[in-house]
């Protein structure tokens, strides 16, 4: 069994930064991927940010410049620094993850999701 367990949400006030961590635990062989995404009320899941085992990043437009993703491969965590945040970045945030337990498969792993609300 393999856990993505996700901390570091809240309420923040426009202009203002948070944190979010996410740490997988379990039957873990290697982890490939990663990555956030997010889904705010009344709207599809979308892309955050993603990075790969080697460090290679890639963003979605909305917050280039603002987000910065990464990872620590010892902890098997990644990270998101989220910065001059917005109202419009409210969301639920979920960790993604691409792990490899030792058996034939790499499958997809979701955390339980981390809300965020940017707001006066």
């Known amino acids: 069994q393999v856990q993505l367990v996700e901390s570091g949400g809240g309420l923040v006030q426009p202009g203002g930064s948070l944190r979010l961590s996410c740490a997988a635990s379990?039957?873990?062989?290697?982890?490939?991927?990663m990555g956030w995404y997010r889904q705010a009320p009344g709207k599809e899941r979308e892309l955050v940010a993603t990075?790969?085992?080697?460090?290679?990043?890639n963003y979605a437009d909305s917050v280039k410049g603002r987000f910065t993703i990464s990872r620590d491969n010892a902890k098997n965590t990644v990270y998101l620094q989220m910065n001059s945040l917005k109202p419009e970045d409210t969301a639920v945030y979920y960790c993604?993850?691409?792990?490899?337990?030792?058996?034939?498969?790499?499958?997809?792993?979701w955390g339980q999701g981390a809300q965020v609300t940017v707001s006066s």
């Open positions: 993604n993850a691409s792990i490899f337990s030792g058996d034939y498969y790499i499958r997809a792993y």
């Open positions: 379990g039957s873990i062989f290697s982890i490939n991927d």
């Open positions: 990075i790969t085992r080697g460090g290679s990043t």
